[in-house]
């Protein structure tokens, strides 16, 4: 009797407060992923690093995030507590990501500047971020599968774990916005200064937000003992002979690399090709994530189902196709049109990656006791992949950054406008093309008590 009433509560709706705690504890997280993607890349060719090398810093941090998604992956499906996992990873996220701006520690020690030399010291503060990084994420998203086995309640939970993505977004871009224009940047110690503030500023921005995640968030217990096998750990093997877990993860991973990868270049786009004001590559993005966030806020009114998964996706990647043709096509004498065009990236990438997310816990269902292998897995395809796809863009970047056209043309195709247009759309096309084949079937749950806006 006892089991069924405990049943029966972890499939009601979760709570108002509930969600918001939830959705605030992966801030850090998406503050320092923001500046990680945004502007990393323009950060170390501006200090004087090559392409090349700057990829290679980009690269060993991608490889260490996604080994570490399978260590902490594995380890959390054996021993749990999720919120100890999360609190360490933010601590070493906290503790070394102002090392990834912050100058070259090891050139100045043995007082040389050598381009190896950066480029290892560099690699190595990216990889342990990015471990930290990994343990934070693989946890807060396993999470959600342990919190309720409602639907509806899962897709509101990371509904607004991704509208908190978009506030953090915005909160970096502000910060961005106001230290380019406080700072000057004459001499590599001024672009240093400015990127080690916007470091700091985001760090501390991140561990509040974090503090609040972990007061107001109970760690959850494994509900697989409602049905008899609590201890029980689910083989890897039952997870690879299901299609629909390769059919998720694909579009998972493409979903993750169309966000990534347009906003790697997003900041090279809008400055070097459509040659925009400096203020530009932090109102652009900021545009996209404000747009993001309404979207990401609606999406947590409705009542979801697998049909409805599939359809909004579907439109979000449509939506980015378009955008694709758009910013391909774009010349430089009309640049103003990039606003517009960043409000539909914002729309597509709230509807793709909302939706995207919420695959997961359908694959997960009632199968908790391998939630973070499944989270972990897909992490793991979606960092190496993104770091290899960045490494060899970088590497054409750094051999002919435009790739057709000349200088006195007011459109060129550059390696750039190819990174931001035409993979991120050829991406999305895939992975509508993908979703159209799943077969993804939600148990019927109750609907929310109330609705979460007012």
């Not at 390769?246 to 906003?263: I, P």
């Not at 694959?363 to 973070?372: S, T, V, Y």
Request: hydrophobic fraction near 50%; proline fraction near 2%; aromatic fraction near 12%.
């Amino acid at each position: 009797m006892s089991n069924a009433i405990e049943d029966d509560s972890f499939s009601k709706p979760v709570g108002r407060w509930s969600v918001f705690y939830y959705g605030v504890g992966h801030m850090l997280n998406d503050i320092t992923s923001a500046c990680w993607f945004t502007y990393l890349l323009l950060f170390l060719t501006d200090i004087g690093l090559s392409s090349r090398d700057a990829a290679v810093v980009m690269l060993s941090g991608q490889i260490a995030d996604g080994l570490a998604t399978i260590v902490v992956g594995e380890l959390i499906d054996r021993f749990g507590q999720f919120k100890i996992w999360h609190g360490a990873g933010s601590v070493l996220v906290a503790v070394s990501f102002s090392s990834v701006f912050g100058g070259c520690i090891p050139c100045k020690t043995l007082v040389t500047f050598s381009s190896i030399v950066e480029t290892v010291s560099y690699s190595t503060f990216a990889a342990i971020f990015n471990v930290g990084w990994a343990a934070t994420q693989v946890s807060h998203m396993s999470m959600v599968n342990c919190i309720t086995l409602n639907s509806t309640s899962r897709v509101v939970l990371a509904s607004c774990r991704n509208a908190f993505t978009m506030v953090a977004n915005l909160s970096l871009y502000g910060i961005a916005l106001i230290v380019f224009d406080v700072i000057r940047a004459k001499t590599h110690a001024d672009i240093e200064n400015q990127y080690r503030w916007i470091a700091y500023l985001s760090i501390f921005i991140g561990c509040c937000f974090v503090g609040v995640f972990h007061l107001g968030t109970y760690e959850p217990r494994s509900k697989t003992g409602i049905h008899g096998n609590i201890h029980a750990r689910i083989s890897w093997t039952y997870w690879f002979l299901k299609i629909l877990y390769y059919q998720v993860a694909l579009v998972y991973v493409l979903t993750r690399l169309v966000l990534n990868v347009s906003q790697a270049y997003l900041a090279f786009y809008v400055i070097n090709d459509l040659q925009m004001a400096q203020s530009a590559k932090a109102l652009v993005p900021a545009i996209i994530y404000i747009c993001s966030f309404i979207v990401s806020v609606l999406l947590q009114e409705i009542a979801w189902n697998g049909r409805r998964l599939k359809a909004y996706y579907t439109a979000g990647g449509i939506l980015w196709m378009f955008c694709g043709v758009g910013i391909l096509l774009l010349p430089s004498s009309m640049s103003i049109f990039m606003y517009a065009i960043s409000v539909f990236i914002g729309i597509a990438n709230a509807l793709m990656t909302v939706t995207a997310v919420s695959m997961q816990s359908i694959l997960i269902g009632e199968d908790l006791n391998g939630c973070a292998f499944v989270c972990g897995s897909l992490s793991f395809l979606d960092k190496i992949s993104c770091g290899l796809i960045l490494f060899v863009l970088q590497s054409y970047q750094s051999i002919s950054p435009r790739v057709a056209g000349n200088y006195s043309s007011s459109i060129y195709f550059s390696v750039t406008r190819y990174g931001l247009g035409l993979v991120p759309a050829f991406f999305s096309l895939v992975g509508v093309a993908v979703t159209c084949t799943m077969e993804l079937h939600t148990p019927s749950s109750k609907t929310l008590i109330e609705p979460l806006l007012e």
